[in-house]
């Protein structure tokens, strides 16, 4: 019984010492293009021309510097694939690619009227906006 017993602590303490493999988180590959089914025709758009998502539920609205494609996926599953340096939800309804700003006012409230680069105007609002400051390093707050 007693050499049962050693057998099973010298085994414990053999395995307990062992080093651990430490698991390194793998980042997801991030969409360089995305195929858009728009009917029988289908465009490839590069990720990078992208302007802003904006959601139409079920669809989206995927908007390019000349044109907006209506493709059948959800905003948050399109969200999950897109580099997170390059695309921000601004709004509920809303994901910008934050290279095609052009500038940004504030509204006084904590939303901020965004200026994109093929004319549209998008709102940030004060949900969103912690993750916008970071990347433009705006420190001030607003207050009314």
Do not use: C, W
């Amino acid at each position: 019984m007693v050499v049962i017993y050693a057998g099973f602590v010298m085994g414990y303490k053999y395995f307990s010492n062992q080093p651990k493999a430490i698991a390194i988180p793998q980042s997801k590959p991030k969409l360089n293009t995305i195929i858009i089914h728009n009917g029988k025709d289908s465009t490839i758009a590069r990720v990078e021309n992208i302007i802003q998502i904006t959601s139409a539920t079920p669809y989206i609205f995927i908007h390019l510097e000349n044109k907006k494609y209506l493709h059948s996926e959800t905003l948050k599953s399109i969200y999950g694939q897109m580099d997170d340096n390059v695309f921000i939800r601004v709004h509920k309804s809303t994901i910008i690619n934050i290279t095609k700003v052009n500038s940004f006012k504030s509204r006084l409230n904590g939303d901020y009227d965004l200026q994109l680069m093929n004319g549209d105007t998008v709102r940030l609002s004060r949900t969103y906006s912690t993750n916008f400051k970071k990347h433009f390093k705006i420190v001030h707050q607003d207050t009314v």
